[in-house]
């Protein structure tokens, strides 16, 4: 969990009234999401959380600055957003990993496009590598590995760039659930050592509680801030073992109120569907 004194500070990511219209064939248009508005703090693991459609993604996608907003805007480390930038790493839910490289080289590949000396990028490169316990098969190429191997290849890459904030569009979503446990896990050791600042996008509850110190939680049409949560039953630290987590006070009732607001969602989306016909 970050420090106190840290959260008390300016944010690390304001997004401050984002809105997203897109335009569609026939000149159609679709809001996206409409005057998304919330902060994350400098070390804070932050989750996107919602329905499918509710526009996390697209969220995501504007703070990586793959696409504009139609309004709003977003800050990081106080400077706005205009554009990809390198102190924004993503991962991607599909893996992105060279292939014809080996994890080494995958690792490196960044830090040599920017100009780090060879010594220095192999010096990093086993950092990132031990940090994701892979060190035994750095020569070993991606399509050697298993599926949560090669998206641990994806974070090392993405952090070793140095980015000032990690995205993560459902990074896990492929895994099956013992792996998915195992890299969710593996991620917060990561946060605790690297002391990076996460935003994540999810739609899966357990996930975001887990990880999360703080959840925004996404209502659809178009996409809003429904609730800003901070993960309070966890009391200031961050949970080791998804066992650990489902023992602890207070968490079955902070699943229960996600579990509700999920399902209203859903009626209201259903409603709204009905009333089409
Ligand atoms: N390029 C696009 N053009 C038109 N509409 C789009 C585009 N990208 C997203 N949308 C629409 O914006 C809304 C939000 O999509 P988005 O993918 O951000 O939601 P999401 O919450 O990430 O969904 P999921 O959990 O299913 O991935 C949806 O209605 C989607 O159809």
């Given at each position: 969990m970050p420090p106190k004194s840290f959260q008390a500070?300016?944010?690390k990511l304001a997004v401050r009234g984002v809105g997203k219209r897109y335009r569609l064939n026939g000149g159609k248009t679709i809001d996206?999401?409409?005057?998304v508005s919330f902060d994350v703090m400098e070390g804070e693991i932050c989750a996107l959380l919602?329905?499918?459609?509710?526009g996390k993604s697209t969220v995501l996608r504007m703070v990586a600055g793959l696409e504009d907003p139609s309004s709003g805007a977003m800050f990081l480390d106080n400077a706005q957003i205009d554009g990809p930038h390198k102190s924004r790493g993503m991962v991607f839910q599909r893996y992105t990993s060279?292939?014809?490289?080996?994890v080494q080289k995958n690792v490196e590949y960044g830090m040599k496009i920017n100009g780090v000396s060879k010594a220095d990028r192999g010096a990093q490169a086993d950092h990132f590598i031990q940090m994701i316990q892979l060190s035994k098969f750095k020569?070993?190429?991606?399509?050697?590995?298993s599926g949560g191997m090669q998206q641990r290849v994806a974070i090392a890459r993405t952090l070793a760039n140095g980015p000032s904030i990690l995205l993560m569009d459902?990074?896990?979503?492929?895994?099956?659930a013992e792996t998915k446990w195992q890299m969710q896990e593996l991620m917060i050791s990561i946060v605790e050592t690297s002391k990076v600042t996460v935003l994540i996008v999810t739609h899966d509850i357990e996930e975001a509680i887990f990880l999360a110190d703080r959840i925004i939680f996404m209502s659809r049409?178009?996409?809003?801030?429904?609730e800003n949560m901070v993960?309070?039953?966890k009391d200031g630290r961050r949970f080791s073992s998804h066992e650990e987590m489902i023992e602890a006070k207070g968490f079955h009732e902070i699943e229960k109120k996600i579990m509700h607001m999920m399902r209203d969602e859903m009626r209201n989306d259903r409603e709204e569907a009905l009333q089409e016909c």
């Open positions: 500070a300016s944010p996206a999401v409409h005057d919602g329905p499918s459609g509710c060279f292939d014809w490289m080996t020569n070993a190429y991606p399509c050697q590995l459902e990074p896990f979503g492929a895994l099956d049409h178009p996409g809003t801030v429904r993960t309070e039953f």
